[in-house]
């Protein structure tokens, strides 16, 4: 598998398909020892398969694009908020940077060169009191917009918000040191983002570039690229992780972009 300079390659996999595969594998051969803990840690048996599941994807997927490094000797090292990253010291593996997300039926996984970038996908028909929260992540226009969460359209826009501001923070790096309601997001065109990140950039020089992926309508995905020299024309390809296959039929495809750049300019919080 190759992929080059200003590609994003997104991975799906279900998890009633994944489990079939990967997890009827030997998978304790391939997990680390700090991935086999964690394992053990997990209460309910369906959170520590989607475990193994995601990390054993991650694993494999990477070995697609270096395969001179088997699954199981990927090393991982964590920032200070928890962000993973490859530290394999070898100077022949590429500058692959990724992040990964799941929910209950769908993992997502996402890659790209020499950039930062953060994935989020959430399961909108989840049972989630929306109204709990509102309050704590939304800026004024957001609130604004939003209208009433009781309803399909509130509760779709929420999801779509909440996405992106996720996958902002995880390509930052920084995850919720970053207040949510400094970063706001108008959606108010059904084929453009207009991102308001004020402080929340914690460096200007940077471009930030995000999309709404839609695979079905139960899933919503936020992608967020961050970097100093982006391509005005990313390409973004789509891949079944169970087949390693590109979507031919089914495709996702980006439902909104934010254009080549995103405003700076503060949002409006609430009183």
Not at 25 to 48: A, M, P, Q, V, W
Not at 104 to 119: E, K, R
Request: hydrophobic residues 40%; negative net charge; aromatic residues 12%.
């Amino acid at each position: 598998m190759n992929i080059e300079n200003n590609d994003v390659h997104l991975w799906f996999a279900y998890d009633n398909e994944i489990e079939t595969t990967l997890l009827s594998r030997n998978y304790f051969t391939i997990l680390s020892g700090d991935e086999r803990e964690i394992c053990d840690g997990f209460h309910f048996e369906k959170h520590r398969r989607q475990y193994i599941a995601t990390r054993l994807l991650v694993r494999n997927v990477l070995s697609g694009y270096v395969n001179h490094i088997g699954p199981d000797k990927w090393c991982f090292k964590f920032n200070k908020w928890g962000k993973p990253y490859i530290a394999n010291a070898s100077g022949k593996i590429p500058d692959i940077r990724f992040n990964v997300s799941h929910c209950d039926g769908l993992i997502v996984m996402a890659l790209t060169l020499g950039n930062d970038i953060g994935v989020d996908v959430e399961d909108s028909q989840r049972d989630f009191d929306i109204s709990s929260v509102v309050d704590s992540v939304l800026s004024f226009d957001e609130m604004k917009s939003l209208g009433n969460v009781e309803n399909r359209p509130g509760r779709d826009l929420f999801w779509d918000i909440w996405t992106l501001k996720e996958s902002y923070i995880k390509a930052v790096g920084r995850g919720l040191s970053i207040p949510l309601q400094g970063i706001s997001f108008d959606l108010s065109d059904e084929h453009v983002i207009i991102a308001h990140l004020g402080d929340a950039e914690p460096n200007a020089g940077y471009e930030i570039r995000f999309w709404q992926i839609g695979p079905t309508g139960r899933y919503r995905i936020a992608l967020a690229v961050r970097g100093t020299c982006l391509d005005a024309d990313m390409r973004i390809s789509y891949y079944d992780a169970v087949s390693g296959d590109a979507f031919r039929t089914g495709c996702p495809f980006v439902l909104r972009s934010s254009g080549r750049s995103v405003a700076f300019s503060e949002p409006r919080l609430r009183s």
